[in-house]
Nanobody, 124 residues
Framework: QLQLVESGGGLVQAGGSLRLACAAS????????MGWFRQASGKEREFVAV????????YYADSVKGRFTISRDNAENTVYLQMNSLKPEDTAVYYC?????????????????WGQGTQVTVSS
């Protein structure tokens, strides 16, 4: 099993920034592609960003492109999501997730392990 624990969520005003972190343990972190998803109240979980196992490639949802940056530190077994220029519509529970293989980075069902989520609230 790979355990994932998110941190860094909170309340921020529109235009502000937050940095989420997801600490992994239990298995070799560098073997996993790492993604961030979010789920707003009453909505389906949606893809936000993914970084491949080596950190060589990153992909983003159009809604966050240019504002969010995903990164990872394989020595620290941690993946990050830097969120800038936050908007009220970014309000959601943010989850990190891990998958070992395949090229479907955008579907939540493709991920094997999930964290418990961290709440991000952006006030207008």
């Amino acid at each position: 099993q790979l355990q994932l624990v998110e941190s860094g969520g909170g309340l921020v005003q529109a235009g502000g920034s937050l940095r989420l972190a997801c600490a992994a343990s239990g298995r070799t972190f560098s073997n996993f592609h790492m993604g961030w998803f979010r789920q707003a109240s009453g909505k389906e979980r949606e893809f936000v960003a993914v970084i491949t196992y080596s950190g060589g490639s990153t992909y983003y949802a159009d809604s966050v492109k240019g504002r969010f940056t995903i990164s990872r530190d394989n020595a620290e077994n941690t993946v990050y999501l830097q969120m800038n220029s936050l908007k009220p519509e970014d309000t959601a529970v943010y989850y990190c997730a891990a998958k070992q293989s395949g090229f479907d980075y955008y579907t939540s069902a493709a991920y094997n392990f999930w964290g418990q989520g961290t709440q991000v609230t952006v006030s207008s």
